[in-house]
Nanobody, 123 residues
C-alpha cells in the first residue's frame, strides 16, 4: 500500500526548532514533488512549502520563508522539514503529500496524504 507517514512533531517553546520527517512507501518516489502542508484548528489547509523531484527546487510560503527548510533523500524515500525559530502561529497538524507537478499548489492536486503530526508551539 502506497502511503506517507509523518513524524517528529511535538510540544516546543517559541524560538525552538523541530525537524519533521516524511517516510514514503511509494513506487518511483523520486519522480514526485512533495509538499508540506499544515492545518490549524478552524483554518484551511495551507501549503507551506514544496520540493521538486530532484530536490533542486524548493518554494516556501511567506509565513515560513527563511525559517523552514525542506530537503529530501531519494535513496531513503524520505523528505524532511526543518523548522527553526518556531512561533505560536506555527501550531498546526503538519502533513506531507505527493504531487505530479511542481506547479501544483491546491490540496486537491496532492495525494497519498499522511495522517499528520501535531506541532504545538507555546509562548
Amino acid at each position: 500500500q502506497e502511503q506517507l507517514i509523518e513524524s517528529g512533531g511535538g510540544l516546543v517553546q517559541t524560538g525552538d526548532s523541530l525537524r519533521l520527517s516524511c517516510a514514503a512507501s511509494i513506487r518511483e518516489f523520486s519522480i514526485y514533488v512533495i509538499g508540506w502542508w499544515r492545518q490549524a484548528p478552524g483554518k484551511e489547509r495551507e501549503l507551506i512549502g514544496r520540493i521538486s523531484a530532484t530536490g533542486r527546487m524548493t518554494n516556501y510560503a511567506n509565513s515560513v520563508k527563511g525559517r523552514f527548510t525542506i530537503s529530501r533523500d531519494n535513496a531513503k524515500n524520505m523528505v524532511y522539514l526543518q523548522m527553526n525559530s518556531l512561533k505560536p502561529e506555527d501550531t498546526a497538524v503538519y502533513y506531507c503529500a505527493v504531487a505530479g507537478s511542481y506547479s501544483y499548489t491546491r490540496p486537491e492536486q496532492y495525494y497519498y496524504w499522511g495522517q499528520g503530526t501535531q506541532v504545538t508551539v507555546s509562548s
